[in-house]
């Protein structure tokens, strides 16, 4: 059925913002690698703002409510999303829009990929679709959101005005998401600080707490001056400026409501001397500034949770008055116990310093990079699987199993018979030499199983020469992996990692391109991604640490670094993924337990790679 009315071409700047006083609804967002902010879900949504109202510093971990998206945590103090399996970390954000707009009413739309499946749109694209719906226009212009996109809605798709390319669209009800009352919380708008109200002891808290202390008595000064009730001289002149407050602002108050100040300021050549002075401080009557001679005191408040970043009270001088890089007034140290306060001199004071991982060192020269003492070469490169020739699935059986005459009364675990009837594969696999009803004991653990049953899993598998109990998981033979093909660089760098003061680091660097899957894979002759390459990793170069590089070499080689499969973090199929061998990919930090200190790290790897059969008798001498 056809639209009635005009289409709609979009003026700029269409999307506005409820006042702080209305309700509005809350939608998190995460930066892409395009730039653009993509919408979590609803359910994510509303699980992130349950635990903001219980710590507006703590940790989201989203697998809690969404499977696909376990290894993924939002730190709520940075404002950063991470990726724990590979390090990745992400820009977030917290935005608002109108509760009758599509997020309000859990309006999804979504386009369809390549692939058949549906993608959601940018937020704002959804609100700006489901406006024009809503007001039955029967096609909408994209461009003037920087999308060169018609919107059809008669024929529900979507068509790119330069190549002509027509996608289909739909639209479909979800979860509504997160309605919110009032202004922001003081925790949400200043996260400065332990949570438990204790002063820090660190140089940067001392700085802040000076500096408010400075403004703080500043301030009230002023405003004796202006009631009639000053004391004192402060050695200035000037006239009050109100300050219009920050709509992100709006029912806050960057310092406490009543603040008790005690502390020396000079400005010019007057001097408050130990003035204790009690601030009441409101919405109404902060933020005030006064005009100090030729400096002005100002206070440039943020919401972190909506522009992480760093916050900075800083002083503006006239141009020219100064010359770049010179103070505007002396200053003794930048622990406020000079005679002027750094940020009353004109010095930028950081107010918030947010924890961040250190994923990378710091930029090294090739000349600074050298080779792993003991370790022979640089570089290893991986090719195609090597065929093993001569060795049929009854050859591989037969070599790590004794026959057993009498079969115990007890199950193959393959098949789940009886040992002493046959096989479970009966009929469905023919081998030569290899009857159903034979019984074989696997030498090194000594459990036993059909012989069919044996080759059957063995057909199952990569066909690489070895065999693994089922059971036990000893392994006979050289496992070997599906892999694909691509390169590992190592080399030793002049820094320490955390923990390892006294040593320098080995830096392995991975390398796989995309490519096609092989028959060794889930899905022959189909293409395969390889995200997040190439990967950085970290060892110490110590001892342990060396050991740990040449048995990752000999299990490169056998391929068992990666697989393709399924990714554990975004839920992407056919794509390169890490095979149950931990590495330690944050370099100078680990908040995203990829990283140092970790004192039991290399003895879990040692245990791992052996689980894959590469054990400590593997290494050459």
């Given at each position: 059925?056809?639209?009635?009315?005009?289409?709609?071409?979009?003026?700029?700047?269409?999307?506005?913002?409820p006042?702080?006083?209305?309700?509005?609804?809350?939608?998190?967002?995460?930066?892409?690698?395009?730039?653009?902010?993509?919408?979590?879900?609803?359910?994510?949504?509303?699980?992130?703002?349950?635990?903001?109202?219980?710590?507006?510093?703590?940790?989201?971990?989203?697998?809690?409510?969404?499977?696909?998206?376990?290894?993924?945590?939002?730190?709520l103090?940075?404002?950063?999303?991470?990726?724990?399996?590979?390090?990745?970390?992400?820009?977030?954000?917290?935005?608002?829009?109108?509760?009758?707009?599509?997020?309000?009413?859990?309006?999804?739309?979504?386009?369809?990929?390549?692939?058949?499946?549906?993608?959601?749109?940018?937020?704002?694209?959804?609100?700006?679709?489901?406006?024009?719906?809503?007001?039955?226009?029967?096609?909408?212009?994209?461009?003037?959101?920087?999308?060169?996109?018609?919107?059809?809605?008669?024929?529900?798709?979507?068509?790119?005005?330069?190549?002509?390319?027509k996608?289909?669209?739909?639209?479909?009800?979800?979860?509504?998401?997160?309605?919110?009352?009032?202004?922001?919380?003081?925790?949400?708008?200043?996260?400065?600080?332990?949570?438990?109200?204790?002063?820090?002891?660190?140089?940067?808290?001392?700085?802040?707490?000076?500096?408010?202390?400075?403004?703080?008595?500043?301030?009230?000064?002023?405003?004796?001056?202006?009631?009639?009730?000053?004391?004192?001289?402060?050695?200035?002149?000037?006239?009050?400026?109100?300050?219009?407050?920050?709509?992100?602002?709006?029912?806050?108050?960057?310092?406490?409501?009543?603040?008790?100040?005690?502390?020396?300021?000079?400005?010019g050549?007057?001097?408050?001397?130990?003035?204790?002075?009690?601030?009441?401080?409101?919405?109404?009557?902060?933020?005030?500034?006064?005009?100090?001679?030729?400096?002005?005191?100002?206070?440039?408040?943020?919401?972190?949770?909506?522009?992480?970043g760093?916050?900075?009270?800083?002083?503006?001088?006239?141009r020219?008055?100064?010359?770049?890089?010179?103070?505007?007034?002396?200053?003794?140290n930048?622990?406020?116990?000079?005679?002027?306060?750094?940020?009353?001199?004109?010095?930028?004071?950081?107010l918030?310093?947010?924890?961040?991982?250190?994923?990378?060192?710091?930029?090294?020269?090739?000349?600074?990079?050298?080779?792993?003492?003991?370790?022979?070469?640089?570089?290893?490169?991986?090719?195609?699987?090597h065929?093993?020739?001569?060795?049929?699935?009854?050859?591989?059986?037969?070599?790590?199993?004794?026959?057993?005459?009498?079969?115990?009364?007890?199950?193959?675990?393959?098949?789940?018979?009886?040992?002493?009837?046959?096989?479970?594969?009966?009929?469905?696999l023919?081998?030569?030499?290899?009857k159903?009803?034979?019984?074989?004991?696997?030498?090194?653990?000594?459990?036993?199983?059909?012989?069919?049953?044996?080759?059957?899993?063995?057909?199952?598998?990569?066909k690489?020469?070895?065999?693994?109990?089922?059971?036990?998981?000893?392994?006979?033979?050289?496992?070997?992996?599906?892999?694909?093909?691509?390169?590992?660089?190592?080399?030793?760098?002049?820094h320490?990692?955390?923990?390892?003061?006294?040593?320098?680091?080995?830096?392995?660097?991975?390398?796989?391109?995309?490519?096609?899957?092989?028959?060794?894979?889930?899905?022959?002759?189909?293409?395969?991604?390889?995200?997040?390459?190439?990967?950085?990793?970290?060892?110490?170069?110590?001892?342990?640490?060396?050991k740990?590089?040449?048995?990752?070499i000999?299990?490169?080689?056998?391929?068992?670094?990666?697989?393709?499969?399924?990714?554990?973090?975004?839920?992407?199929?056919?794509?390169?993924?890490?095979?149950?061998?931990?590495?330690?990919?944050?370099?100078?930090?680990?908040?995203?337990?990829?990283?140092?200190?970790?004192?039991?790290?290399?003895?879990?790897?040692?245990?791992?790679?052996?689980?894959?059969?590469?054990?400590?008798?593997?290494?050459?001498?």
């Amino acid at each position: 059925m056809a639209r009635p009315g005009p289409g709609l071409l979009l003026p700029a700047n269409v999307l506005g913002y409820p006042p702080q006083n209305l309700a509005r609804v809350v939608v998190w967002e995460w930066m892409n690698e395009h730039g653009r902010w993509r919408p979590y879900s609803a359910a994510v949504c509303h699980h992130i703002e349950n635990i903001l109202k219980g710590d507006a510093r703590g940790t989201v971990v989203l697998g809690q409510v969404d499977g696909q998206l376990s290894p993924y945590i939002i730190d709520l103090q940075s404002m950063h999303q991470f990726r724990q399996d590979t390090g990745t970390m992400r820009p977030v954000q917290r935005n608002f829009y109108e509760p009758s707009s599509a997020p309000g009413k859990g309006v999804v739309w979504e386009w369809e990929n390549d692939n058949g499946s549906w993608t959601l749109y940018d937020m704002e694209i959804c609100v700006t679709i489901q406006n024009a719906y809503e007001k039955q226009h029967p096609w909408l212009d994209l461009t003037s959101l920087g999308f060169c996109y018609l919107i059809d809605f008669n024929s529900m798709s979507q068509t790119n005005k330069q190549s002509q390319r027509k996608r289909r669209l739909r639209r479909r009800m979800d979860l509504a998401y997160p309605l919110i009352m009032g202004s922001i919380p003081k925790s949400q708008s200043w996260p400065v600080g332990a949570s438990s109200g204790q002063p820090c002891s660190c140089q940067q808290c001392i700085l802040v707490n000076s500096t408010r202390a400075a403004s703080n008595a500043i301030l009230a000064s002023q405003r004796r001056k202006l009631h009639g009730g000053a004391a004192g001289n402060t050695g200035a002149t000037g006239t009050l400026t109100t300050v219009r407050q920050s709509n992100t602002f709006a029912g806050t108050s960057l310092w406490s409501p009543t603040s008790s100040v005690t502390n020396n300021v000079s400005i010019g050549g007057g001097q408050t001397k130990g003035e204790q002075v009690q601030v009441p401080l409101s919405p109404t009557n902060f933020p005030v500034m006064s005009s100090l001679g030729h400096n002005t005191l100002g206070v440039n408040g943020q919401n972190n949770l909506n522009r992480p970043g760093t916050q900075r009270i800083s002083v503006a001088t006239p141009r020219g008055a100064i010359p770049p890089g010179v103070p505007a007034l002396p200053v003794k140290n930048l622990t406020g116990s000079g005679p002027v306060h750094p940020a009353i001199a004109g010095l930028p004071v950081c107010l918030t310093r947010a924890p961040k991982p250190i994923l990378h060192p710091p930029h090294i020269s090739k000349s600074d990079m050298k080779p792993v003492p003991g370790v022979n070469g640089t570089r290893r490169k991986t090719k195609k699987k090597h065929l093993r020739k001569g060795k049929t699935p009854e050859d591989v059986v037969r070599r790590y199993t004794d026959k057993i005459k009498v079969a115990p009364d007890e199950d193959c675990t393959i098949c789940m018979e009886r040992l002493a009837t046959a096989s479970g594969y009966e009929g469905v696999l023919q081998h030569k030499g290899i009857k159903p009803e034979l019984v074989g004991k696997l030498g090194k653990c000594g459990h036993m199983y059909h012989l069919l049953c044996l080759v059957a899993m063995y057909n199952n598998g990569n066909k690489d020469g070895s065999l693994q109990c089922p059971t036990c998981k000893t392994i006979y033979g050289e496992k070997t992996g599906t892999q694909p093909p691509g390169k590992m660089e190592y080399h030793v760098i002049p820094h320490c990692l955390p923990g390892y003061p006294d040593s320098k680091t080995i830096r392995i660097v991975y390398d796989i391109p995309a490519g096609v899957q092989t028959n060794e894979h889930p899905n022959p002759g189909k293409k395969f991604s390889a995200r997040g390459f190439p990967r950085q990793c970290y060892l110490p170069d110590n001892e342990k640490g060396r050991k740990v590089l040449k048995l990752l070499i000999t299990a490169w080689d056998r391929r068992l670094i990666f697989t393709i499969g399924t990714s554990s973090t975004t839920g992407e199929s056919d794509t390169v993924v890490w095979n149950e061998i931990h590495h330690k990919t944050e370099f100078g930090s680990n908040l995203t337990g990829h990283g140092y200190p970790d004192p039991n790290y290399l003895d879990n790897v040692l245990t791992e790679l052996s689980a894959q059969g590469v054990g400590e008798d593997n290494l050459k001498d």
